[in-house]
């Protein structure tokens, strides 16, 4: 899967005009991705919407001048240009931007829609474009005006919440297939609630769209952020592993439970993995992607450092992120969980007959350089392709059961 990175600006190089180059190029990459058996998500991103603001246009600069001035001038009600990007987002020009686009102030919304349907007719026939990810890390709006927009759940519930159901109404126009991704506020989904949770009551477009909504959520630990020392404390591990990322995991699940739709963890990471893996940052995704294993939980990583400078691989992070794990289930999932440390793999799912098709397996040679045993429930068969590949299928005498049957794959 790549959650691949789609300006607004790129698309929509003159109002109601779209750029034939750049959406060649995005062409290119999706194809090729295809050709690789890999997954897509387009990902309108944005980080402070405009170099205006000191980041990078995500939305149109055209678009971002024409709006009527804020009541003072960026950087208010900072002296100067911040040094770190994030505390832009505070400056009055920068939420005065969000709040234009979501009030359709010169027509910014219809501007925006108009990049979506592009998008969506462009792009949405592509059997790997699995869906299109409405805004990267809304911005609740102009929080110097109004504070009360902080407030996740209000915001979610009165601002995003409409901001999306306009799109998703222009996207399922022209494309009635692929799933949308829509995130909250960043803070919002910590805890489950109206007030200060993620504000959603529905899925944007309402309950018609559940088999193509995907609520989308981003997980850094802050108490990690602020700690630059290595190796990471066993206290502050226990807050982020045991206490901040399952808490967020539980708000989301019961979000979606009162929703419907699905969720995808879709940002955590900038992670540097060291052969002692005794870094802060190692130890924090490590934790991430064992909890999001247990809770069968799928995620795309930010940031990703694969290679070093020279081109070569960068090993340890590879290993890091090269796990085994079900490609394709015939039937129910019922649990999953990968042990870093014995390097076994094990999954549990109630078979169902899928028109013959197998479950398939991904064993990373990372993690198995001398082989592996593979071992299923009475009423399965394996059979070992390609080496890394495990394909498990039912006996014609399978009778199904109560109990979960299992698949699991142990090192040599």
């Not at 592993?241 to 995808?264: E, I, N, R």
Request: charged share 15%.
């Amino acid at each position: 899967m790549v959650r691949l990175g789609t300006l607004w600006s790129g698309v929509e190089i003159a109002p109601f005009t779209a750029n034939e180059t750049y959406l060649g190029q995005l062409d290119i990459i999706i194809r090729s991705l295809r050709e690789h058996g890999i997954y897509v998500i387009l990902d309108a991103h944005q980080d402070i919407l405009s170099t205006k603001f000191g980041s990078y246009d995500a939305a149109p600069r055209w678009l971002i001048d024409s709006f009527p001035p804020p009541r003072h001038a960026y950087p208010w009600p900072l002296k100067a240009k911040p040094s770190n990007w994030m505390l832009g987002y505070i400056t009055e020009a920068a939420g005065h931007a969000f709040e234009c686009i979501y009030d359709n102030v010169n027509q910014a919304l219809d501007h925006y829609s108009f990049f979506w349907q592009t998008m969506a007719h462009r792009f949405g026939q592509y059997e790997n474009v699995l869906g299109f990810e409405l805004m990267n890390e809304p911005w609740p709006g102009d929080v110097m005006r109004n504070p009360l927009l902080f407030v996740p759940g209000r915001t979610g519930h009165k601002v995003l919440l409409p901001f999306y159901d306009h799109l998703v109404a222009k996207i399922d126009a022209v494309d009635n297939r692929t799933m949308i991704f829509y995130e909250p506020l960043t803070w919002g989904m910590i805890v489950h609630g109206s007030t200060l949770g993620s504000g959603f009551s529905r899925v944007p477009g309402g309950d018609r769209f559940r088999d193509r909504a995907v609520f989308s959520y981003h997980y850094y630990c802050w108490f990690a952020g602020v700690y630059n020392d290595n190796p990471f404390p066993k206290w502050l591990r226990s807050i982020c592993d045991h206490m901040f990322f399952p808490k967020v995991l539980q708000a989301v699940l019961k979000d979606t439970q009162q929703t419907g739709g699905a969720s995808f963890l879709t940002e955590f990471g900038q992670c540097k993995a060291t052969a002692a893996h005794n870094t802060t940052e190692y130890q924090e995704c490590l934790s991430v992607l064992n909890h999001s294993e247990e809770s069968m939980v799928s995620w795309t990583y930010w940031d990703s450092k694969f290679y070093n400078n020279d081109g070569t691989i960068f090993t340890e992070n590879v290993k890091l992120f090269s796990r085994p794990y079900a490609m394709a289930i015939a039937g129910i999932p019922f649990g999953s969980a990968f042990d870093t440390n014995t390097r076994v793999y094990e999954i549990m799912y109630f078979p169902r007959a899928c028109n013959g098709a197998p479950s398939v397996i991904y064993v990373s040679p990372y993690h198995y350089p001398n082989g592996y045993t593979v071992q299923v429930s009475t009423g399965l068969q394996f059979n070992v392709t390609y080496n890394n590949y495990v394909e498990v299928t039912m006996t014609k005498d399978y009778k199904p059961g109560s109990l979960p049957s299992a698949i699991k794959i142990t090192p040599l």
